[in-house]
C-alpha cells in the first residue's frame, strides 16, 4: 500500500510539473548526454552530391544544424530529416505544434495554426525582399506578432528564410496588366489569401493540390499557377507545359524555422540563445541560396524555355490597386484591423529605413 500511494504521489508530482519537468534530462546537456533535436523539411538534399548548390532549406537545415552542433560541443546534436521524410509542411507544423517532432521548415501554411501570420501574404505589399527582410529582422511589430504566435500556437519563430517571390505563368496570354488576366484560369495554393487574390485582378482561382498541378497544366484543367522561380524552374518543371511567365511578384513566400515552444523553454537561455542564432545564420543561408536558384539558374532556365515579362513600376501599381483592398478587407475580419494595420505600418518604417 506504501509502495502504491507513493507510486500514485510520483504520477501526481510529475503531472502538476508539466512539460518542462518532462523536459528536465535536457535542461543541463552535455557533449556526454546529447539531447537530439529532429527537424524536418521539403527540400532534397541533393547538394553536394548532385547539385551545384543546396536547394533553400536544405541550405538552412545544414548551417543551423552545424551552427549548433559546434557552438554547444556536441551537446545538442540536430538530426535532419529532408524530402518530407516525415510529412509535408502542413503535416510537419502539426507535429511541432503538439510536440511529436522538434523543429520543422514551414512554408505557406501557417495560416490555420496562427491566422494572424497571414498578413504577410497581402499581395504587393513588398517592394522588394530587403523590404520583408527588415520587418521580420528588425521590427517590434514581428517580434510582438511571434511571441502572440507562440501563446496561441505553441510554436517558436527561430528564424525566417525566403521559399521566393510568386509570379503567374500561364498559357493562354502574355501578361503584363490586370486586364490580360481575365478569363483565364490559375491554380492556386487551398487558402482564401491567394484565392482572394487572383479573383480581385479578374482571373479564375481554382484551389488545387501541388500533385496535382503539372497534369492540370498539361490536359488544360487549368490555365496557369502561381509560384517562386525555383519551384517553376527546378521541382516542378513547369515551363514544360506553360509558355508565358510574368515576374509580377505578386506574394512574398516564407521559409520559417519553428520550434515547439515546450521544447525550446526546457532549455536554459544560454542555450536558447544558440538555437536562435543558429536560427538567423540558417535563415540568411536560406535566402543566398533562394536568390541564386531563382535569379541565376531558375531564371536563365526559363529565359530559355518561356517568354518572360517584367512589368513597370506602373503595371505593378496597376495589380497592386486592384489586388490589395478586397484581401486587405477580408484579413481585417479575420484578425481585425489593428493586426492588419499594424502590419502595413511595419512596411513602411522598413521602407523608410532602407531609403524607399
Avoid at 149 to 163: D, I, T
Avoid at 168 to 184: L, Q, V
Avoid at 266 to 295: C, N, T, W
Wanted: charge should be negative; glycine fraction near 8%.
Amino acid at each position: 500500500m506504501y509502495r502504491t500511494s507513493c507510486a500514485v504521489l510520483l504520477v501526481l508530482v510529475v503531472f502538476s510539473l508539466g512539460v518542462t519537468e518532462v523536459f528536465a534530462a535536457e535542461l543541463n546537456p552535455t557533449p556526454e548526454k546529447p539531447v537530439v533535436l529532429r527537424l524536418g523539411y521539403s527540400d532534397n538534399p541533393t547538394w553536394p552530391d548532385t547539385a551545384n548548390i543546396p536547394e533553400p532549406e536544405h541550405a538552412y537545415a545544414i548551417v543551423f544544424k552545424s551552427y549548433v552542433e559546434t557552438t554547444t560541443n556536441g551537446a545538442i546534436k540536430v538530426e535532419l530529416f529532408p524530402s518530407s521524410q516525415l510529412g509535408g509542411s502542413k503535416e510537419a507544423t502539426e507535429m511541432v505544434k503538439s510536440g511529436t517532432l522538434d523543429l520543422c521548415i514551414e512554408t505557406g501554411n501557417m495560416g490555420p495554426f496562427f491566422p494572424e501570420y497571414q498578413v504577410i501574404n497581402i499581395p504587393y505589399v513588398f517592394q522588394s525582399d530587403e523590404i520583408a527582410w527588415w520587418v521580420f529582422d528588425n521590427s517590434q511589430y514581428w517580434q510582438d506578432l511571434m511571441d502572440q504566435m507562440e501563446k496561441k500556437a505553441n510554436l517558436v519563430c527561430l528564424g525566417m528564410g525566403q521559399n521566393g517571390v510568386r509570379h503567374f505563368t500561364n498559357n493562354i496570354r502574355p501578361i503584363h496588366e490586370p486586364k490580360d488576366m481575365e478569363g483565364i484560369k490559375f491554380r492556386v495554393m487551398q487558402s482564401p489569401v491567394f484565392v482572394k487574390t487572383v479573383e480581385a485582378v479578374g482571373a479564375k482561382a481554382i484551389p488545387i493540390s501541388w500533385p496535382e498541378v503539372y497534369t492540370s497544366l498539361q490536359t488544360g484543367v487549368i490555365d496557369g499557377q502561381e509560384n517562386p522561380i525555383s519551384i517553376i524552374a527546378f521541382v516542378g518543371k513547369l515551363y514544360e507545359v506553360q509558355k508565358y511567365l510574368t515576374l509580377d511578384g505578386h506574394t512574398w513566400s516564407e521559409n520559417m524555422l519553428v520550434m515547439n515552444a515546450d521544447k525550446f523553454r526546457s532549455f536554459p537561455e544560454s542555450y536558447q540563445h544558440v538555437l536562435k542564432i543558429g536560427g538567423l545564420h540558417g535563415a540568411r543561408a536560406d535566402r543566398a541560396a533562394e536568390a541564386f536558384m531563382s535569379r541565376v539558374l531558375g531564371m536563365k532556365i526559363l529565359q530559355e524555355n518561356m517568354e518572360v515579362y517584367s512589368p513597370t513600376p506602373e503595371q505593378v501599381k496597376m495589380f497592386q490597386d486592384k489586388a490589395q483592398p478586397p484581401v486587405i478587407e477580408w484579413l481585417k475580419g479575420e484578425v481585425g484591423a489593428e493586426v492588419v494595420d499594424g502590419f502595413l505600418e511595419a512596411v513602411k518604417e522598413a521602407e523608410a529605413a532602407l531609403g524607399y
